[in-house]
């Protein structure tokens, strides 16, 4: 068996959403010139249009930062952004760009890129959460935890939105925790030590699945979907979905690679029942005025006027309906 070898943390890779450009700025611009680790940044932004965030991040500090090219080998000191529309990943010391499923519906996704982190780079890999609603990062920060990497949140006392780095913490309690000032000393000093990497990287059936399925979009067959059977389906595709555990987290994931951590998926369940309740409105409304118009044209034709009264009676019933609706909707839709 081959003995583990001693090496120093060379990834580090740095996950955020909303408010994240200003997180992402301090942390970058504490990197020193001579960081012996390639940096990896990811940003929810939006599938269309141009991002400036690469240019932004070059100027705040030492290190070059650009955006990421697929197929390009990562070198220590330099920062890869990610791209809007694609994955950010790596794999075997390569940059992997990808627009596989979505991620807590987005992509790049925050947890795409530390679950491939996990796979690839395993204890050499330093992770932090940054500022960000809801709760993608979580599961990708217990998978870089359980490979034996370093686990870094930012304070959510720290950030401009507290949500995803709350998460983080949740699962990943023991990470180091600090602001976005001091975290580029705190990588500095975790980059420049050592640590022993195993001679067989670490990796799970369930992460070799995921992440292959986040490189390349592949299909999985039920009898290799990762996890175990949820009785969900997934909002974006209607898919049976399984529950996957990492450590304290959980995440689920169906067939087609759409993955939802448990706050995501819970806010995705509630547009579905907001839309739901809206199109019974809309419906009933509807229905209301078919009642209306057989009422006038009963009255209009002097036909029984059983018939007139029923159906204004319908039409009326039907106005209340809505009317609950619409009074009590904030009590359907709960905060996550």
Known sequence: MAADATHHRDLVVLGASAGGVEALRDVISGLPADLPAAVLAVLHMPARGDTVLAAILDRCGPLPARPARHGEALLPGQVYVAVPDHHLLVRDGCVQLSRAAKQNRARPAVDALFRSAARWSGARTVAAVLSG????????????????????????????????????????????????????????????????????????????????????????????????????????????????????????????????SPQSLLAAQQER????????????????????????????????GLTEKHQRAAAEEIRMAVGVIRKHFPEYVLPV
Do not use: Y
């Open 273 to 304: 029942v907001e839309q739901a309740l809206w199109t019974a409105v809309s419906i009933m409304e509807e229905q209301a005025s078919v009642h209306g118009d057989l009422a006038r044209r009963a009255a209009s034709t002097g036909s029984d």
């Open 133 to 260: 609603s809801l709760d993608d990062g979580a599961a990708g920060l217990a998978a870089v935890d359980a490979a034996g990497g370093v686990c870094m949140v930012q304070d959510p006392a720290d950030a401009l939105f507290p949500g995803m780095p709350r998460a983080a913490l949740a699962v990943v309690p023991d990470a180091l925790v600090c602001g976005a000032g001091a975290m580029g000393q705190r990588i500095r000093e975790r980059a420049a030590g050592h640590v022993a990497v195993p001679a067989t990287p670490f990796s799970t059936q369930d992460l070799i699945v995921e992440t292959d399925m986040a490189e390349d979009g592949s299909h999985t067959d039920a009898g290799e979907r990762p996890g175990r059977p949820a009785a969900l389906s997934c909002p974006d595709c209607t898919g049976g979905m399984n529950v996957v555990q990492t450590g304290a987290a959980v995440h689920f994931t169906c067939h087609t690679g759409h993955m939802w």
